[in-house]
């Protein structure tokens, strides 16, 4: 059986709230990880996927023409998707984005 994510980014975030995961950051989660870990894993991705999207970035205006330029500039708003999902996790533990950036 499959289950049906609510359409559009509220309802993504309304679930990804009870992830899991939540447990750890004071939620209702079945999750077993420390806190710590979870604010490790979080810094080490705000670093990570940052980078990406600079890279991803640069790529794309080294090589503009398609599908290259294209190509590049999606990956480059992926990660800045995934940015805006991170800041939620962190902010599910309790960090914000001063936190993340003194990682």
């Not at 077993?32 to 894993?41: F, H, K, M």
């Not at 503009?64 to 902010?91: H, I, K, N, T, V």
């Amino acid at each position: 059986m499959t289950r049906r994510w609510p359409a559009g980014p509220r309802g993504w975030r309304r679930r990804s709230r009870r992830h899991l995961f939540s447990g750890a950051a004071g939620g209702s989660g079945r999750c077993g990880v420390p806190r710590e870990r979870l604010t490790w894993l979080a810094g080490e991705q705000f670093r990570i996927v940052g980078s990406d999207q600079r890279s991803f970035a640069l790529l794309a205006a080294r090589f503009p023409e398609p599908p290259a330029g294209e190509m590049f500039l999606s990956l480059a708003q992926g990660e800045r998707q995934a940015l805006r999902l991170l800041s939620d996790f962190a902010a599910a533990l309790g960090w914000g984005e001063r936190d993340l950036r003194a990682y």
